[in-house]
């Protein structure tokens, strides 16, 4: 079986901003630190395994 994980936080991407001459731009979100994370795993024979978690995978968490 091959196997990857990745994470992903869900704060906001920087872009681009407008704001009248002379007014510094703002973006307001709202700055939380949650994560997913995602496993998945294929086997020779092409069969797929993909788990989501709401937080950091550990290794006891890919067992």
Do not use: C, H, W
């Amino acid at each position: 079986m091959f196997v990857d994980e990745a994470g992903f936080y869900q704060l906001p991407a920087a872009v681009r901003t407008y704001a009248p001459r002379g007014q510094t731009p703002v973006l307001r979100a709202p700055l939380n630190y949650d994560n997913l994370s995602a496993i998945s795993g294929i086997t020779p024979a092409g069969k797929l395994y993909m788990r989501v978690f709401d937080d950091s995978i550990r290794g006891t968490g890919v067992a």
